[in-house]
């Protein structure tokens, strides 16, 4: 059974670190490339950033760029998300997804997991 | 950038058809895959590659890209498709995925 389980989000202040990940189960992780997409409050969907199955590429949405950093960890099955120099803005609720396609990927989703709560504030 | 565009909201009666549109320069080029998105819920994908359907999702959804206009269709839709439905490309000239705004679908 698949399984990506986010963890990490919470209240920070602006101008703050916070490290999101993804403990994933059911696949075989280090085939896959894998996502971070954010849902701002009664907002659409906002895709972050995409990682290879091996970690040796990586790609950022410009809003986030140079600001969060994903990574993953393929024998612990792990996939995360650092996110320095918080704002406002980054308020969201933070989705990791498999993407559908294994190896250099098709970039689209399947599956996602439920989700983890970011909130910036002072 | 690339940018898609969806109707804020489609409404439709129980057991007719909804088409939900995603516009784009030359969408049709591209491969488009959609989401459903229940309130509370992550999203889930229904349809990938302009028409395939994964397991799991029933027959009545299809979908159909052409030229500047990408169509998710739903036929003989039940109260339980009420959800915000998104279309999703990879732009290869920013190497970048772009979603659609989203459309709401409601069932009258």
């Known amino acids: 059974q698949l399984q990506l389980v986010e963890s990490g989000g919470g209240v920070v202040q602006p101008g703050r670190s916070l490290r999101l990940s993804c403990a994933v189960s059911?696949?075989?992780?280090?085939?896959?490339?894998m996502h971070w997409v954010r849902q701002a409050p009664g907002k659409g969907l906002e895709w972050m950033a995409f990682?290879?199955?091996?970690?040796?590429?990586?790609?950022?949405a410009n809003s986030v760029k140079g600001r969060f950093a994903i990574s993953r960890n393929n024998s612990k099955n792990t996939l995360y998300l650092q996110m320095n120099s918080l704002r406002a803005e980054d308020t969201a609720v933070y989705y990791c997804?498999?993407?559908?396609?294994f190896g250099l990927g098709g970039k689209w989703f399947d599956p996602w997991g439920q989700g983890t709560l970011v909130t910036v504030s002072s | 950038s690339y940018v898609l565009t969806q109707p804020p909201s489609v409404s439709v009666a129980p057991g007719e058809t909804a088409r939900l549109t995603c516009g784009g320069d030359?969408?049709?080029?591209?491969?488009v895959h959609w989401y459903q998105q229940k309130p509370g819920q992550a999203p889930v994908l229904v349809i990938n590659?302009?028409?395939d359907r994964p397991s799991g999702i029933p027959e009545r959804f299809s979908g159909s890209n052409s030229g500047n206009t990408a169509t998710l269709t739903i036929s003989r839709v039940e109260a339980g498709d009420e959800a915000d439905y998104y279309c999703?490309?990879?732009?290869?000239?920013?190497?970048?995925?772009?979603f659609g705004g989203g459309t709401t679908l409601t069932v009258l």
């Open positions: 999703q490309v990879w732009d290869t000239s920013s190497d970048h995925v772009v």
């Open positions: 997804a498999r993407d559908g396609l």
């Open positions: 059911g696949f075989t992780f280090r085939t896959y490339g």
């Open positions: 590659y302009d028409n």
């Open positions: 030359n969408i049709g080029r591209k491969p």
């Open positions: 990682i290879l199955y091996d970690g040796s590429n990586e790609y950022y």
